[in-house]
C-alpha cells in the first residue's frame, strides 16, 4: 500500500484566499484523523471521522475550518478565508478499526504558509 | 486538564550511547501510551506503544516503561545510532478507544553524533 497521500505537499498562499488540502487514507481503514503540527502549540487534532461520518471536530479552531469526506478514499480539509495564523504543517492519518489504540498511520503532510 | 508534559526537549547523546526520553500525563484513567519519531520533512511514525496492564514493553535497542502510580512512562533508546537522530513525541490517550483522543507532548529533538 502507498500509505496515506497527501496533497500538495506544500502550499503558498495570501490571506484570504481559500485553501483546499487533500487527503487519501489507507485503503480499508475505518478512521482518518486531521492534525495541525506548529512550533507554539504541538500536533493538535482537529477533526476526525468513522467512516466517513464526522466524529469529533472540537478541535477545528474557526468557522474557517471545515472538513469533508465524501467517501472512504477522499477527504478534504478547507481554510476559508485564510489567515497568517493559519500557517502549519498539516497531517492527515488513518486508523484501521479503533481510533486512536490502533497504529495511527500519518501522511507527509502539507506545509501551509499564508503570507 | 488534558495534558502531557514531555522532557527533554532536545537531546544530545554519541553514537552508541542510551537515550531517555520521560513524559507525564494528568488523568489517571488513561490506559494507551504510543511512541512516535518523526524524521524531517516527514510525518510521524509508531514506534513503540505501551497499554496500562503493562510495565514495560521491548523491542530491540527500543523499550517503553510505565508508572501508573505516578502517571508518568519513559522511552529509551539503547546503543544508539545516527540514523536514531529525529523528533520524537510521546502521547497519551484521553477518553476512549474511539470517541477520546491523544494528547501529544511537545517533542524531543534526538541527535545522534557519530
Known amino acids: 500500500d502507498a500509505g496515506v497521500i497527501q496533497s500538495p505537499r506544500h502550499e503558498v498562499t495570501e490571506m484570504g484566499q481559500e485553501v483546499t488540502l487533500r487527503c487519501k487514507p489507507i485503503?480499508?481503514?475505518?478512521?482518518l484523523f486531521w492534525y495541525r503540527q506548529t512550533m507554539m502549540r504541538g500536533l493538535e487534532l482537529l477533526i476526525y471521522?468513522?467512516?466517513?461520518?464526522?466524529?469529533?471536530d472540537s478541535g477545528m479552531p474557526e468557522d474557517r475550518f471545515s472538513a469533508k469526506m465524501p467517501n472512504a478514499s477522499f477527504s478534504t480539509l478547507k481554510i476559508q478565508p485564510s489567515e497568517p495564523r493559519d500557517s502549519a504543517v498539516y497531517f492527515c492519518?488513518?486508523?484501521?478499526?479503533?481510533?486512536?489504540?490502533?497504529?495511527?498511520?500519518f501522511g507527509p503532510g502539507t506545509r501551509l504558509t499564508v503570507l | 486538564g488534558e495534558n502531557v508534559e514531555q522532557h527533554p526537549s532536545t537531546l544530545s547523546v554519541q553514537e552508541g550511547d542510551s537515550a531517555v526520553i520521560k513524559c507525564t500525563y494528568s488523568?489517571?484513567?488513561?490506559?494507551?501510551f504510543p511512541w512516535y519519531k518523526q524524521e524531517l520533512g516527514k510525518g510521524p511514525q509508531l514506534i513503540i506503544d505501551?497499554?496500562?496492564?503493562?510495565g514495560e514493553k521491548k523491542d530491540q535497542r527500543i523499550a517503553v516503561t510505565l508508572n501508573k502510580t505516578a502517571k508518568h512512562f519513559s522511552l529509551h533508546i539503547t546503543e544508539t545510532q545516527p540514523e536514531d537522530s529525529a523528533v520524537y513525541f510521546c502521547?497519551?490517550?484521553?477518553?476512549?478507544?474511539?470517541?477520546?483522543?491523544?494528547?501529544f507532548g511537545q517533542g524531543t529533538t534526538l541527535q545522534v553524533k557519530p
Open positions: 492519518a488513518s486508523s484501521l478499526r479503533v481510533a486512536f489504540t490502533d497504529t495511527q498511520y
Open positions: 471521522f468513522n467512516n466517513n461520518v464526522p466524529i469529533d
Open positions: 502521547a497519551a490517550i484521553f477518553g476512549s478507544s474511539n470517541t477520546g483522543k491523544l494528547i
Open positions: 485503503s480499508g481503514h475505518d478512521y
Open positions: 488523568d489517571s484513567a488513561s490506559n494507551y
Open positions: 505501551i497499554r496500562s496492564n503493562v
